[in-house]
Nanobody, 125 residues
Framework: QVQLVESGGGLVQAGGSLRLSCAASERTFSSYAMGWFRQSPGKEREFVAAISWGGASTYYADSVKGRFTISRDNAKNTVYLQMNTLKPEDTAVYYC??????????????????WGQGTQVTVSS
């Protein structure tokens, strides 16, 4: 069983920054793409960013492109989401997730089968 533990959420003013971390408990972490998703009350869970298993390729939702950066450290089994120039509309619970198949990318929730517990990000105006 893979466990994903997120940290780094909190309350920040608009224009500020936060860095989320997600630590994975598995020895094959470097074989799987990782993703970040978010969900606001009353809305469906939406894709934010994804990174390939080796970290060479990254993908972003249009709403966060240029402001958020996904990265990973396979030696530490950890994936990060650096969020800059935060906006009130970025307020949500943020989840990290592990792709269900090795060596494949994914951009929708059904592509991932392991999820963290979520961390709240609140951006005040």
């Amino acid at each position: 069983q893979v466990q994903l533990v997120e940290s780094g959420g909190g309350l920040v003013q608009a224009g500020g920054s936060l860095r989320l971390s997600c630590a994975a408990s598995e020895r094959t972490f470097s074989s799987y793409a990782m993703g970040w998703f978010r969900q606001s009350p009353g809305k469906e869970r939406e894709f934010v960013a994804a990174i390939s298993w080796g970290g060479a390729s990254t993908y972003y939702a249009d709403s966060v492109k240029g402001r958020f950066t996904i990265s990973r450290d396979n030696a530490k089994n950890t994936v990060y989401l650096q969020m800059n120039t935060l906006k009130p509309e970025d307020t949500a619970v943020y989840y990290c997730a592990r792709r269900s198949r090795p060596l494949e990318l994914g951009y929708t929730p059904p592509d991932y089968n392991y999820w963290g517990q979520g961390t709240q990000v609140t951006v005040s105006s």
